[in-house]
């Protein structure tokens, strides 16, 4: 059974970080890329950033420079770690791991707001 378990969300001031963790089970994580999407209130889910088995990295403009994707093969996880947020950033985060198949974990709540 594939999992795919978000953390680290949570309520910050604009200009504050956090940083996303998505633990996976299930698949042989580091043949997988793997991304992050969020959706925001009343929008479309959108892309954010990904990172391949080899570590290259794109990321959307909106994020783009304040970012950071990351993995850890041997903790079969996947990293976000998000500076400079401000208030656009509000959205559920979701952790996406595609390759043989497309799994997704259920999101993490990040909340800018001062």
């Known amino acids: 059974q594939v999992r795919l378990v978000e953390s680290g969300g949570g309520l910050v001031q604009p200009g504050g970080s956090l940083r996303l963790s998505c633990t996976t089970s299930g698949i042989t994580f580091n043949f997988y890329n793997m991304a992050w999407y969020r959706q925001a209130p009343g929008k479309e889910r959108e892309w954010v950033a990904t990172i391949t088995p080899g570590d290259t990295t794109t990321y959307s403009g909106s994020v783009k420079g304040r970012f950071t994707i990351s993995r850890d093969n041997a903790k079969n996880t996947v990293y976000l770690q998000m500076n400079s947020l401000n208030p656009e950033d509000t959205a559920v985060y979701y952790c996406?791991?595609?390759?043989?198949?497309?799994?997704w974990g259920r999101g993490t709540q990040v909340t800018v707001s001062s």
């Open positions: 996406n791991a595609r390759k043989a198949g497309n799994y």
